[in-house]
């Protein structure tokens, strides 16, 4: 299996609250993008307030998007939560890093992580994040927390892939070096 994380960014890296700013950049062309990497995924990983956040909404919703949620496997990375109630999560016992480690080794496609950028930044400086997708939105939003802060070392990705779409948000795609 492979971790594939997928994120909104400004033009300045903030990443923190897309739900209130991305979705004006929304078109067909990113939908479709994003329901590629979902039609791949065969488990969620989720940080503690992605998954809070979206064991709030998700449940009891319907449609394509809402089935994925819910119906998905979801593994939860907290070292505060001691259960989690959404149907289909569990949450990661011990060494997430180690967990995750011996995950990877499992025969599937991709371990999924939307949003959670405290958990995408230390899985990246871990070496664990075989894909980095960011769909950059044409904004500068001057604050807000920022994927690579607090990060200490130097992180060599390479492009991978890049497309951009109509309305000006550009896709693209990094892996390891």
């Known amino acids: 299996m492979k971790i594939v994380a997928g994120m909104h960014v400004s033009l300045d890296g903030v990443v923190e609250a897309p739900e209130r700013w991305s979705f004006d950049y929304y078109c067909d062309e990113v939908g479709q993008s994003i329901k590629s990497r979902r039609d791949a995924t065969d488990v969620l990983l989720l940080g503690r307030n992605t998954y809070q956040e979206f064991a709030a909404i998700w449940p009891g919703q319907h449609g394509e998007v809402a089935d994925f949620m819910n119906g998905t ?81 130097r992180v060599p990705l390479r492009l991978a892939a890049s497309e951009t779409f109509p309305t000006g948000v550009a896709h693209l795609t990094y892996q390891p070096t």
């Open 73 to 153: 496997p979801k593994l939860v990375a907290s070292t505060t939560l001691t259960s989690v109630d959404w149907s289909g999560a569990g949450l990661i016992d011990g060494d997430v890093v180690a967990a995750l480690t011996a995950l990877k080794q499992q025969p599937g496609r991709n371990i999924t992580i939307t949003g959670s950028a405290g958990l995408v930044r230390s899985l990246i400086t871990a070496g664990l994040v075989d894909e980095l997708h960011l769909m950059v939105c044409p904004v500068v939003l001057g604050s807000g927390k920022r994927l690579f802060d607090g990060v200490g070392a």
